[in-house]
């Protein structure tokens, strides 16, 4: 455990893995923590040395410093990252919002990528939320309430 110094703010930094192996950055998910995000990818310390940042403004260690998911700051936070670390170029793994801090790296700084994973990423369009309410929300709700008058007994789990 280290921090880095990046424009934005401290960030906290867990390193795992074997020191003669290959370095993967290790993006978690929003509002998540990087011990969870490396919990759930443990396999990755068998094969590589692991640097897995608290994102800067979210839960965990590093600054709350509060970043605009509508611009490009968290790729700046990300390569800024890079840097402190001293890789020139490191694979990089993002999931969930972590994938969008990824994609918003290969805007800033696509050469400080060797190869990107993105598990499931979010942020890499965001939509308003009134259009989300319309083109999600609403038929998600005719469709419960339809199958509420139709006397299924099926059950429908959001």
């Not at 443990?42 to 410093?65: C, F, N």
């Not at 801090?101 to 369009?125: D, F, N, Q, R, T």
């Amino acid at each position: 455990m280290f921090y880095v110094d990046t424009r934005f703010g401290k960030t906290h930094i867990l390193k795992v893995g074997k020191e003669d192996a290959k370095p993967i950055l290790l993006f978690h998910g929003g509002n998540s923590t990087a011990p969870f995000s490396l919990k759930q990818n443990l396999y990755l310390i068998k094969d590589y040395q692991v640097y897995a940042p608290d994102t800067i403004g979210h839960p965990g260690k590093s600054d709350q410093s509060v970043l605009s998911s509508n611009t490009l700051e968290y790729g700046e936070w990300a390569s800024d990252v890079i840097d402190s670390l001293g890789f020139e170029r490191i694979i990089c793994m993002g999931e969930s919002f972590g994938g969008g801090i990824l994609a918003k790296l290969m805007c800033i700084s696509p050469e400080k990528i060797s190869k990107a994973i993105l598990l499931v990423p979010a942020g890499i369009y965001n939509a308003s939320k009134s259009r989300l309410i319309f083109s999600m929300g609403i038929p998600m709700m005719m469709y419960i309430e339809q199958r509420k008058k139709s006397g299924s007994r099926k059950h429908f789990y959001l």
